[in-house]
């Protein structure tokens, strides 16, 4: 007898809530839960397509070990725990804790207790060597405010505000970036049809952009002039909210000088935004007190994101975009223990500079955690501290780290590679083994996760939360487990003490969370887990728990005051961003001008990164990541529709098939990442198939954030050419 189940869906962040008919023990269809209060029914492709996803013929349902001659054999898991545990316990041994480096990606996130129980796992061991996809993301989203400083009150959210603006990010698709990710696209039409003034940055007409009441579609790379000629608008008109800027700021003086050479004319001609379209996006920002802007993966990925990224909490902040005294916060948190949020400012921190050193470029640990696009390199470079073993969680390197061929170098450099992941994914064909780990339908959840999305503005609007247990079974005959379990059974083989902290809202004035110890003969329960991790929430899990189908706990909260005589200050003229910016007014208008094209980065809603290219009807439309370019561009170049391309950076090449786009603006071509298999691999140059890695045109070590270490990922300078068809076969 088939049964509805409720559950959710996480298959990326968004965490839509489902109803999941089971049958047999295995999921058969899911559609969206209507009487949720939230996602009101909402689901894309890739979650009603999670039984195709659990019962894939291409699912690792086994732990494979390669051999000697490079063919990967199943073996038991235990046993694969077995010889792993011993082997890092050598390593260490030989090289010290700091071999051992850990790197979590897109899919340790949706599963609350993988990273804690990695990261446990890894301290436990001694090793600081953590790294994230967040340096390879939107660095400067964690960089600028450290830098900036923060406002206790916190920011505005999307639902409800007046005016917002989206510098490089495209929450339609990505359910990312500024725009609550439960059903963005939604959300963005009824805001507009509500009044809502919406600004837009992007080379590419959008789907956000298709919706702005200003689209300004620069030359990609050039945010950074773009924003500094607004902030030089506001000053002029004198449109700033003064009591705020003097009560909370400093730096206003140096910020206004340094300003001052972005004038229209200049922005005009440096970035190909017309003036007067500049003007009347920064009258409607500071039109309204309350608003506010985020940055995407655009401009963090291509030069000098955390300068974007610190101007645009400079414009935020002279327009007195932040939260005050008194108002109303939609979501002081239900999961996680929540900060107190006070009307003041607290003083910036470093950015960078302190923890871990890398033994490469003089790159240290940062505000958005360990550069890893510094990480190969690291693995490369021989002497005392030589990363020698890496364990990938839910992350596929050699598709998403920047400098495809410095990270094979290096995948093949590893005395120890070990990935988890549910296929042989790029990463996983190069390692020593695979664990083969549960499905999200498979396993106890909790929104935990999104909720702690608040820095990245797409956290729940709502005092929103669900549990679900596991509601289907991991198919016969497999031998799989969750990734917590093998992090513990390897902390359980080589007698290292697990410890988890409670998640507690991000906030400078936080409490130190809880903590809780766990006891290595007995594996705990995925519910001990949770209750370790949600120590200390505003709303207990056991709670949570009584609504299936999730629900909403409210709660009426508001700002408080801030301490008497607070000293906290926003820094409008941090001296690094300030150095840059003037290197930035210094530059020549026309760059690299060897170069006809810029290729820029973008989303395609049926795959997440590397993910959902197996299941065939994710992939109908497009099985590889096309070149999108301008009409006019392939005529001037006598291109057509599903020619192939050689696009050349200053690096290297990759092929690209063309897709006509006149979204686009001219000179861009617009491409997904993450696709292609690794150099050299059989099927490398089958672009109509699998597509081609833009990861490849990045070289780690030139153009890089001299702090993230994030290379040009995003606006590179590349020419274009017809390409000899080299397809394979
Ligand atoms: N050139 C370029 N490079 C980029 C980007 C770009 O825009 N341009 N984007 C960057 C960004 S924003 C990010 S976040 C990174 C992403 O970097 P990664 O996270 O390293 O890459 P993904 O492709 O998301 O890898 C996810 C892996 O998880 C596996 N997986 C899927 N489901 C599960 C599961 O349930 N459990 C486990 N254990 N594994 C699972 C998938 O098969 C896949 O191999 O890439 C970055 N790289
Ligand atoms: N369906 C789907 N959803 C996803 C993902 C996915 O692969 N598929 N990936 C997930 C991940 S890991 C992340 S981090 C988020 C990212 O979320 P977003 O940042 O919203 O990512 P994109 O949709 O690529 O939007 C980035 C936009 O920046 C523009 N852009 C590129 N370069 C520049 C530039 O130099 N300047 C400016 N102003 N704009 C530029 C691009 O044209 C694009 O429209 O999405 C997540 N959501
Ligand atoms: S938006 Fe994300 S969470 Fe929602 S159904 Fe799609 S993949 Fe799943
Ligand atoms: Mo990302």
Redesign the pocket.
Known sequence: MPEVRDSFC??CHAACAIKVTVEDGRAVSVIGNKDNPLYHGYTCAKGRALPE?HANPHRLLQTMKRDEEGVHRPIPVEQAMDEIAEKVGRIVEEHGPRSVAL??????F??AA?APMATAWLRALGSPMFFT??T???PGKMIAPALHGTWGGGPYHFDGADTWMLVGANPTISKSIGVPCMNPAKRLHEAMKRGLELVVVDPRRSEAAKQATVFLQPKPGEDPTILAGMLRVLLAEDRIDHAFVADWTRGLDELRALVEPFTLEYVERRAGVSGEGLTQAARIFAAHRNGGLNVG?GPN?APRGNLTEYLGLCLNTLTGHWRREGEFLPNPGVLMAPSPSKAQAFDPHPGWGFGEHMRVRNLTDTAAGMPTGALAEEILLEGEGQVKALF??????M????DQDKTLAAMNALELNV?????M????KLADYV?A????LEVPGMTLPTESLTPYAMGYPEPYAQYSPAIVDPPEGSDVIE?WEFFFGLAQRMNLPITLAASYEWGPDMEKPELTHFDLDRPPTNDELFEALTKGARVPLSEVRKHPGGAVFPVDVSVAPGDEGATGRLDLADRTMMGELTEVAAEPVDRDTYYAFRLV???LPDV????GRDIPKLVRKWSYNPAFMHPEDLAALGLEKGDVIEITSSYSSILGVVEPEADLRRGVISM???FGDAPGSENDKDVRKIGS???R??ASDRNYDPYSGIPL??AIPVNVAPAEEMAAG
């Open positions: 996480r298959f996803q790197y979590t990606g897109t899919f340790s949706p599963y993988g996809s967040a390879i993301d939107q993966t990925m990938s969680l839910g992350g596929n390197p598709a998403a780290w920047p990935s988890l992941d549910i296929k994914s790029a990463t996983a664990i780990p549960k499905l999200s990734e980065s973008r989303r997440h990164n590397s993910a997904p990442h993450a890695n833009t990861g045109l990045s990922m995003s």
